[in-house]
């Protein structure tokens, strides 16, 4: 049997793992344990399971991700959320669908600071769900907004998908982090614009909401200051290169800990609360590291990404073609599986054949997460909806993804923009001195 075959039976055998719900960093680590054993020997094979679970995750660079993590952790148990929300609340309420382009609008700027879609879609569900219930409006688009609108969560940096994608690609953390602002900013005003649109031919959706005066609209403002003050330290520090990305996390998180204090929300329940969920996340990502570093050693030695890259760019078709048949085949994959699971299994294999087409890797990273975050609302899978059907237990899961729908093509519109116009992504890493080698 033939490497190749080998390597795309082990990859079929890791599907049928994922299908019996084993978990995706030790289905990784099995298989690619296994396949290493097949095309190499059992020492090398023990050699690689002993040493690797250390050598993967002592790396310094990952100290970004429980930094950042622990930096959203206190912004969430911080209440940033719901002060956020009321400044959008006053600012965009009065409009057709108004409270549902405050809670887009609330959830792009807690995603500046959390860099979670689970946690932001679980603050709004709490905090913007009762308002448009006590409006009356659409179930399906009070639930929609609220699951698209956390997706913006790892998009807009800091984003775990972002530092997953630059480790797993040796890309620069700092280039993709500030590539993601002018993407995050569009995404968020296609759905603001899904909405209107939607309320504008369906009234009965979204109602009105109530009009503030100039002064209230500016008094809101002051409750925001946190939030603008932690975006601006973390990207600022980086756009300027005062900070590493891991110096940024940091500080972030030291920022984060000391708003919570002169706030007054600082406890021994919510300080233990931010550490433990930062412990399990982190943990969970570490795993799936650890167990997908494994299962690439076996994928090299298998020589599939190579004949895959070697045989993509000697086919005959248009290179866009091609990158339209790998972001349908992430989409297609997140109809099954999680965004963090997708970033680890198919990017390796397809990253060389994105190279070889001559596409940017910052660009692609981007293009990449907003596919990401279309998977987070996709069925079956569609991790969000999940999340917010156990806030909003009296909506039908089915209502929910109904609610995403125009949303999901809002995202999509967003993907064929940023192909169109890629500069709308690189302009800002350029102006930083960064290289652009595709396009």
């Given at each position: 049997?033939?490497?190749?075959?080998?390597?795309?039976?082990?990859?079929?055998?890791?599907?049928?793992?994922?299908?019996?719900?084993?978990?995706?960093?030790?289905?990784?680590?099995?298989?690619?344990?296994?396949?290493?054993?097949?095309?190499?020997?059992?020492?090398?094979?023990?050699?690689?399971?002993?040493?690797?679970?250390?050598?993967?995750?002592?790396?310094?660079?990952?100290?970004?991700?429980?930094?950042?993590?622990?930096?959203?952790?206190?912004?969430?148990?911080?209440?940033?959320?719901?002060?956020?929300?009321?400044?959008?609340?006053?600012?965009?309420?009065?409009?057709?669908?108004?409270?549902?382009?405050?809670?887009?609008?609330?959830?792009?700027?807690?995603?500046?600071?959390?860099?979670?879609?689970?946690?932001?879609?679980?603050?709004?569900?709490?905090?913007?769900?009762?308002?448009?219930?006590?409006?009356?409006?659409?179930?399906?688009?009070?639930?929609?907004?609220?699951?698209?609108?956390?997706?913006?969560?790892?998009?807009?940096?800091?984003?775990?998908?972002?530092?997953?994608?630059?480790?797993?690609?040796?890309?620069?953390?700092?280039?993709?982090?500030?590539?993601?602002?002018?993407?995050g900013i569009l995404l968020s005003l296609l759905f603001i614009l899904t909405i209107y649109v939607m309320c504008t031919i369906k009234p009965s959706m979204g109602a009105k909401g109530p009009s503030f005066t100039m002064k209230e609209k500016l008094m809101s403002l002051k409750d925001t200051w946190t939030i603008l003050t932690l975006f601006i330290l973390v990207m600022g520090g980086l756009y300027t290169g005062w900070f590493t990305p891991t110096a940024a996390a940091g500080v972030g998180a030291f920022g984060a800990f000391l708003i919570m204090i002169?706030?007054?929300?600082?406890?021994?329940?919510?300080?233990?609360?931010?550490?433990?969920?930062?412990?399990?996340?982190?943990?969970?990502?570490?795993?799936?590291?650890?167990?997908?570093?494994?299962?690439?050693?076996?994928?090299?030695?298998?020589?599939?990404?190579?004949?895959?890259?070697?045989?993509?760019?000697?086919?005959?078709?248009?290179?866009?073609?091609?990158?339209?048949?790998?972001?349908?085949?992430?989409?297609?994959?997140?109809?099954?599986?999680?965004?963090?699971?997708?970033?680890?299994?198919?990017?390796?294999?397809?990253?060389?054949?994105?190279?070889?087409?001559?596409?940017?890797?910052?660009?692609?990273?981007?293009?990449?997460?907003?596919?990401?975050?279309?998977?987070?609302?996709?069925?079956?899978?569609?991790?969000?909806?999940?999340?917010?059907?156990?806030?909003?237990?009296?909506?039908?899961?089915?209502?929910?993804?109904?609610?995403?729908?125009?949303?999901?093509?809002?995202?999509?519109?967003?993907?064929?923009?940023?192909?169109?116009?890629?500069?709308?992504?690189?302009?800002?890493?350029?102006?930083?001195?960064?290289?652009?080698?595709?396009?």
């Amino acid at each position: 049997m033939s490497t190749l075959t080998i390597g795309i039976l082990g990859i079929l055998v890791l599907f049928v793992l994922l299908a019996l719900r084993m978990q995706i960093g030790f289905a990784m680590a099995l298989v690619g344990f296994a396949g290493f054993i097949i095309l190499s020997d059992f020492e090398s094979a023990f050699g690689l399971i002993g040493a690797e679970p250390f050598d993967s995750s002592n790396k310094y660079l990952l100290s970004v991700i429980p930094l950042f993590i622990l930096m959203g952790q206190f912004a969430t148990h911080s209440n940033m959320g719901k002060e956020v929300y009321h400044m959008a609340y006053r600012w965009l309420g009065f409009l057709p669908g108004g409270l549902a382009m405050a809670t887009i609008g609330a959830c792009a700027c807690f995603a500046a600071i959390s860099g979670s879609s689970l946690a932001t879609v679980a603050t709004f569900g709490m905090v913007s769900l009762p308002e448009m219930k006590k409006y009356k409006y659409s179930d399906a688009l009070a639930t929609g907004c609220i699951a698209a609108g956390g997706t913006l969560g790892i998009l807009i940096p800091p984003s775990t998908v972002l530092i997953i994608y630059g480790i797993l690609t040796e890309q620069s953390i700092t280039n993709l982090f500030i590539a993601g602002v002018v993407p995050g900013i569009l995404l968020s005003l296609l759905f603001i614009l899904t909405i209107y649109v939607m309320c504008t031919i369906k009234p009965s959706m979204g109602a009105k909401g109530p009009s503030f005066t100039m002064k209230e609209k500016l008094m809101s403002l002051k409750d925001t200051w946190t939030i603008l003050t932690l975006f601006i330290l973390v990207m600022g520090g980086l756009y300027t290169g005062w900070f590493t990305p891991t110096a940024a996390a940091g500080v972030g998180a030291f920022g984060a800990f000391l708003i919570m204090i002169i706030k007054g929300r600082l406890s021994k329940e919510t300080t233990l609360a931010s550490l433990k969920d930062t412990c399990k996340t982190t943990a969970m990502i570490f795993g799936i590291i650890i167990g997908a570093t494994i299962f690439q050693y076996f994928m090299t030695i298998s020589q599939l990404p190579d004949y895959l890259a070697t045989t993509v760019t000697e086919m005959e078709v248009g290179r866009h073609v091609v990158m339209s048949l790998i972001i349908l085949l992430f989409i297609v994959l997140g109809c099954f599986m999680e965004g963090l699971s997708i970033m680890f299994l198919a990017v390796p294999i397809v990253f060389p054949i994105v190279m070889g087409m001559g596409y940017d890797p910052i660009w692609f990273g981007i293009i990449i997460t907003l596919v990401m975050e279309m998977s987070m609302i996709t069925p079956p899978v569609g991790v969000n909806v999940f999340v917010l059907s156990g806030v909003a237990k009296e909506i039908p899961m089915e209502t929910i993804f109904k609610g995403v729908l125009p949303f999901w093509v809002a995202m999509l519109a967003c993907i064929i923009i940023l192909m169109m116009f890629p500069d709308l992504v690189l302009f800002l890493p350029k102006s930083m001195g960064y290289v652009s080698t595709g396009f």
